[in-house]
Structures are given as C-alpha cells and as structure tokens.
C-alpha cells in the first residue's frame, strides 16, 4: 500500500517536471519554436491513447507488479540517458523523453488499478467515490 502511495506521488512530480522540461529544451537546445514544441507535446499525449489499450492486455496476461516493475526499470533507464544524450541527437532525446513520459502514465493508471482492489466497498457504498482522493 506504502509502496504504491510512494510511486503515484513520485511519478507525478516526475510527470509535471517534464512536462514543464520539455518545451524548455526544444527552445534552447534544439532551437524549436513555441509551435513546433507544442507539435510534438501534443503528439506525445495522442501516443497514450493506443498505449493505454496496449496495457490493458498485457494485465490481463501478466500481473500488475510485475509490469509495474519493468515500466520502473524502463523509466529509470530513459531518465538516465534523457540526462547523458541531452545535447547530442534530438530523435534520442524524444524517443527517450516519450519512453518517460507514456510509462509514467501506465504506471499511474496500473496504480490506480492496484489500489481500487484494495480499498474496501464500504468506501464505494456510501455513493460515488474516487480511490485516488482517499491518498490526500
């Protein structure tokens, strides 16, 4: 339970940082412009919609802890070589950026998952209830 307040609260701080990052770098690395870095942003964020449904799938073969395991391991990778390729290859800085980026939000959405089969239905009888406003 620890453990999977631990990782939500993590991955949103990580999620909001790069989201904040990213156009900062294609403006002053990569000379982008505010357009162009709002092109890509938002492609990013349309990736997620065929990677959510990909998840789906994959929980349905494996467990959740495990996938959430390989997601922390693949994030954990990406951040590193995000922070050593930052000034050589802009496909590598995307690429690893976009790794990031859509893990981090399977990773939430397989939190969520985790944590609505362990609370208890007396918190869902009572009406209409998210299980995520229960961590504040």
């Not at 991955?11 to 989201?19: A, C, D, Q, Y």
């Not at 065929?50 to 391991?73: D, H, M, T, W």
């Not at 981090?104 to 209830?129: D, H, M, R, T």
């Given at each position: ?56 799938y994959f929980s ?77």
């Amino acid at each position: 339970m620890y453990l999977l307040i631990f990782t939500l609260i993590i991955l949103k701080i990580v999620k909001e940082s790069l989201m904040i990052f990213f156009p900062y770098v294609l403006m002053e690395v990569f000379v982008f412009s505010i357009g162009s870095s709002a092109l890509l942003l938002s492609s990013i964020i349309l990736i997620n919609i065929p990677a959510v449904f990909i998840l789906n799938y994959f929980s349905k073969i494996y467990q959740e802890r495990k996938i959430i395991g390989i997601l922390l391991g693949v994030s954990l990778f990406s951040c590193i070589m995000i922070c050593i390729l930052l000034q050589t290859n802009f496909y590598a800085f995307y690429f690893f950026f976009l790794v990031v980026f859509i893990s981090s939000i399977l990773i939430e959405n397989l939190n969520f998952a985790l944590l609505a089969k362990i609370v208890p239905e007396q918190y869902f009888s009572k009406g209409f209830l998210n299980s995520g406003m229960i961590l504040i």
